[in-house]
Structure formats: structure tokens, C-alpha cells
T-cell receptor
Framework: EAQVTQNPRYLITVTGKKLTVTCSQNMNHEYMSWYRQDPGLGLRQIYYSMNVEVTDKGDVPEGYKVSRKEKRNFPLILESPSPNQTSLYFC?????????????FGPGTRLTVT | AQSVTQLDSQVPVFEEAPVELRCNYSSSVSVYLFWYVQYPNQGLQLLLKYLSGSTLVESINGFEAEFNKSQTSFHLRKPSVHISDTAEYFCAVSVTNNDMRFGAGTRLTVKP
């Protein structure tokens, strides 16, 4: 089954404790992206990657890091989480082939930073 | 850069009534348009998309959207809603793969 998986689905942590949210896709997609969803703001892009070793900032990158060492994986790293990073996070992937522009989303990771 | 405005944050409607969720976009170049649906505690799923060609696009579960270039709109409609359509709906616009912009979302609540 074609899918994007994220782990963990729920995470409660404390300020300053480094964490990583994993994302993996099995569709051989070149493009992957991280979003955060906050009430009334929709989805905002954090980082994206056009392919292995190619990453770039989205609209809200402060406080986050990413890496793309393998095509299928795109982890999101919070080196020193703060309460304002409490949010619902989504990983997405898509093909860069013509016409394949829709993004496929993971189930989400709900992060609470206290 | 392109942007999206969803004109209604919440739309309550009775079962079997028609519904329209409004979406306007802003862009100086040609765009691709999408509607995604998010059911409770789930990720976003593509509902329908407009890439080119016919301006009226349909989904498999009875929704349709019409691309109106002159009004820069992409409103989502369904002639008769079901309880199971209760969800949050996001309109999105993109020019290339890495610049998809989402609206703030419209929460559709279908009441019996």
C-alpha cells in the first residue's frame, strides 16, 4: 500500500529536550515536505526537499532542522523545543513528474511541549 | 507568491442539503488548484484537483469544484451532503511542487 508514515503519532515533551519525528514514504517520490497545522492558520510549510541531500526552508523554519540522506526518509528535528512549537505536524511527499503535483500526507504527529 | 483565502471558517448544514465551500486565490501566474479533506484525527486526503482542461472537476464521492479564472475562485460544492461529510476542508494552490499554499480551512458540520 502506498503511504507516508510518521512516528510517533503523539508526543509530549519538555522545553529544551531534543526530539526527532520520523517520516517515511514508499512511493519513490522525489519531493518531501513538513508542515505544521495550527487552528485558524491552516498548514504552513516548515522545510521541503526536492531530492536526496537537497533541502530548503519553507515559511516557518525557525527552530527546526531536517535532513534527507535517503530518498524515502525525511526526519524533522527539534534541537531545543519550545512551547510555541506545540502543534500538529504533517509530512507529505509527491512526485515531480508532470501532472503528479498532489501531495500525499502522513497521519500527523501531535506534539505538546510543556 | 500565491495565496489562498477560504471565506468561511465554519459551515453548518443539515443532512441532504446542498453546500458550497468558498475559496479564492491570488497569483500572478497560472496555478494548480486542490481541495483536500481532513477527517478527525487523520491526515489530509486529496479530494479533487484542477491542473488544466475542463474547469469543472469532480470527486468520486459527489463533490465538484469549478475553476473560475476571471473571479480567481475554486469553490467546492455538493448537491446533497451526508453526515459522513463532516470534516475540515482545505483549499490549496501551487505553481511548482515546492510552493503549495493552503487556506485556513473550513470546518463542515453536517447535522441530522
Amino acid at each position: 500500500e502506498a503511504q507516508v508514515t510518521q512516528n510517533p503519532r503523539y508526543l509530549i515533551t519538555v522545553t529544551g529536550k531534543k526530539l526527532t519525528v520520523t517520516c517515511s514514504q514508499n512511493m519513490n517520490h522525489e519531493y518531501m515536505s513538513w508542515y505544521r497545522q495550527d487552528p485558524g492558520l491552516g498548514l504552513r510549510q516548515i522545510y521541503y526537499s526536492m531530492n536526496v541531500e537537497v533541502t530548503d526552508k519553507g515559511d516557518v523554519p525557525e527552530g527546526y532542522k531536517v535532513s534527507r540522506k535517503e530518498k524515502r526518509n525525511f526526519p524533522l528535528i527539534l534541537e531545543s523545543p519550545s512551547p510555541n512549537q506545540t502543534s500538529l505536524y504533517f509530512c507529505a511527499s509527491s512526485s515531480t513528474l508532470a501532472g503528479g503535483r498532489e501531495q500525499y500526507f502522513g497521519p500527523g504527529t501531535r506534539l505538546t511541549v510543556t | 507568491a500565491q495565496s489562498v483565502t477560504q471565506l468561511d471558517s465554519q459551515v453548518p448544514v443539515f443532512e441532504e442539503a446542498p453546500v458550497e465551500l468558498r475559496c479564492n486565490y491570488s497569483s500572478s501566474v497560472s496555478v494548480y488548484l486542490f481541495w483536500y479533506v481532513q477527517y478527525p484525527n487523520q491526515g489530509l486526503q486529496l479530494l479533487l484537483k484542477y491542473l488544466s482542461g475542463s474547469t469543472l472537476v469532480e470527486s468520486i464521492n459527489g463533490f465538484e469544484a469549478e475553476f473560475n479564472k476571471s473571479q480567481t475562485s475554486f469553490h467546492l460544492r455538493k448537491p446533497s451532503v451526508h453526515i459522513s461529510d463532516t470534516a475540515e476542508y482545505f483549499c490549496a494552490v501551487s505553481v511548482t511542487n515546492n510552493d503549495m499554499r493552503f487556506g485556513a480551512g473550513t470546518r463542515l458540520t453536517v447535522k441530522p
